[in-house]
């Protein structure tokens, strides 16, 4: 059975407390939870303070995903607020190996992401060391973009090289039109933020996606 975890950025900030037991009372399995820095990618989301405010009512794992430079500067802090598991850039670790070292240190599940024009070929040394891969299936930086269809390809190839000892994870464009296809290639984990929070009714499109599919 895969996994869903709604991403929080596509929440009601306005109301994010409501949202939050929401998922809590729903059958997601994780809260996702994009950092961005407006350097890596071209915009700005969140980070510690609300991650910590977010701890204090989540009653499921907090998958937290790094979409900023220099992410080991952070590591320990974002443990620190609550995150369970952190993911980090290929594309910003020029010493991945290490920062993923750092990551387990802490405690916490490591994993890592790659953009849509990056090759699976590059996890080739480190897949190992990973409790997960994170495909993007759009560009990263805003909610609500189109699916890049070579993404399947992607997951093939993310599972041949995984050897069903990781999680792979597929974050951007999911929806009802596509989730069965994405889970069908290798999928274990679908993050779903506009999908679920721009629904008439999230519980039940959280629902569907876990088991309607």
Same mark, same amino acid.
């Given at each position: 059975?895969?996994?869903?975890?709604?991403?929080?950025?596509?929440?009601?900030f306005?109301?994010?407390?409501?949202?939050?037991?929401?998922?809590?009372?729903?059958?997601? +399995?994780? %809260?996702h939870?994009?950092?961005?820095?407006?350097?890596?990618?071209?915009?700005?989301? %969140? /980070?510690?303070? =609300?991650?910590?405010?977010?701890?204090?009512? $989540? #009653?499921?794992?907090?998958?937290?995903?790094?979409?900023?430079?220099?992410?080991?500067? &952070?590591?320990?802090? %974002?443990?620190?607020? /609550?995150? @369970?598991?952190? #993911?980090?850039? &290929?594309?910003?670790?020029?010493?991945?190996?290490r920062?993923?070292?750092?990551?387990?240190?802490? /405690? =916490?599940?490591?994993?890592? $992401?790659?953009? !849509?024009?990056?090759?699976?070929? =590059?996890?080739?040394?480190?897949? +190992? @060391?990973? +409790?997960?891969?994170?495909?993007?299936?759009?560009?990263?930086?805003?909610?609500?973009?189109? %699916?890049?269809?070579? #993404? &399947?390809?992607k997951? &093939?190839?993310?599972?041949?090289?995984?050897?069903n000892?990781?999680?792979?994870?597929?974050?951007?464009? =999911?929806?009802?039109?596509?989730?069965?296809?994405?889970?069908?290639?290798?999928?274990?984990?679908?993050?779903?933020?506009?999908?679920?929070?721009?629904? +008439?009714? !999230?519980?039940?499109?959280?629902?569907?996606?876990?088991?309607?599919?």
């Amino acid at each position: 059975m895969h996994l869903i975890a709604p991403s929080i950025l596509s929440a009601n900030f306005l109301n994010l407390e409501k949202d939050i037991e929401m998922i809590n009372q729903s059958n997601a +399995d994780w %809260f996702h939870i994009d950092v961005m820095d407006g350097r890596f990618v071209p915009n700005i989301s %969140f /980070g510690m303070p =609300v991650l910590s405010a977010i701890k204090k009512k $989540a #009653t499921k794992l907090l998958d937290v995903h790094l979409m900023i430079v220099e992410p080991e500067k &952070y590591i320990e802090d %974002f443990v620190k607020a /609550g995150a @369970d598991s952190i #993911t980090v850039h &290929y594309e910003a670790c020029p010493h991945l190996h290490r920062t993923i070292q750092q990551i387990k240190s802490c /405690g =916490v599940k490591a994993a890592v $992401a790659i953009n !849509p024009h990056t090759p699976v070929s =590059v996890l080739s040394e480190i897949i +190992d @060391d990973l +409790d997960m891969v994170l495909i993007m299936s759009v560009n990263p930086g805003f909610g609500g973009q189109k %699916f890049i269809e070579n #993404t &399947y390809k992607k997951i &093939y190839e993310t599972k041949a090289i995984c050897h069903n000892k990781q999680l792979i994870q597929v974050d951007g464009g =999911v929806s009802m039109l596509n989730a069965q296809m994405i889970v069908n290639c290798g999928t274990n984990c679908l993050v779903a933020g506009n999908a679920v929070f721009s629904a +008439d009714n !999230p519980t039940e499109m959280i629902n569907k996606l876990k088991n309607g599919i």
